[in-house]
């Protein structure tokens, strides 16, 4: 018996120290897109378009949400136009599970993008199912979705 619940208790205390079923933290996931947006977003004109006013606008439109979270998750070589000025680059796919993709959008939508429509938080669940949906999608094909998606 004694044995037992020490078992269980120790079990307990585990459970409680382990903090690995947390959610995954955007801020420092987003310390590899900062390699080329940079750390606060702005980008470098021409080569990283910035997280902002763009990102924003396209994460108040369906169709902007699903093109953000599968540039992410599949790459995306445009060409593109963000905020008036054109980008010819290639981001390459991020490896990041859905709750990570997730925090880390949520993260730039609340700490990186600061001008715009308000932000509504993505869930794992959303991106699970861009993640299904544009699992046949290349980087190009991501690029054109774009367009018409409600960016600025
Ligand atoms: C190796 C460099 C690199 C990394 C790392 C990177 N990106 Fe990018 N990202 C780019 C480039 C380059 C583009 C533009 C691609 C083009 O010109 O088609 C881009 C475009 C984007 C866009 C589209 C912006 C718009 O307004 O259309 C989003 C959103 C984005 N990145 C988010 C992220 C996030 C979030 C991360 C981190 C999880 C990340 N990127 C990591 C290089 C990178």
């Known amino acids: 018996m004694k044995v037992a619940f020490g078992l269980v208790g120790a079990m307990g205390i585990a459970a409680l120290a382990l903090p690995a079923v947390a959610a995954p933290d955007g801020a420092a996931l987003f310390a590899r897109c900062a390699a080329c947006h940079t750390k606060t977003g702005a980008g470098v004109p021409g080569a990283y378009p910035p997280l902002?006013?763009?990102?924003?606008?396209?994460?108040?439109?369906?169709?902007?949400r699903r093109y953000i979270a599968l540039a992410v998750l599949r790459g995306l070589s445009g060409p593109l136009t963000v905020e008036g000025k054109p980008y010819r680059g290639v981001m390459p796919a991020q490896?990041?599970?859905?709750?990570?993709?997730?925090?880390?959008?949520?993260?730039?939508?609340t700490q990186i993008a600061k001008t715009g429509p308000a932000f509504k938080a993505f869930t794992d669940?959303?991106?699970?199912?861009?993640?299904?949906?544009?699992?046949?999608?290349?980087?190009?094909?991501?690029a054109k979705l774009h367009e018409g998606a409600g960016g600025k």
């Open 52 to 64: 902002g006013a763009d990102f924003r606008a396209l994460a108040a439109k369906p169709a902007g």
């Open 95 to 109: 490896v990041l599970d859905d709750a990570s993709a997730a925090a880390v959008l949520n993260h730039v939508g």
């Open 125 to 142: 669940k959303e991106v699970a199912g861009y993640r299904a949906s544009g699992a046949a999608l290349s980087s190009a094909d991501v």
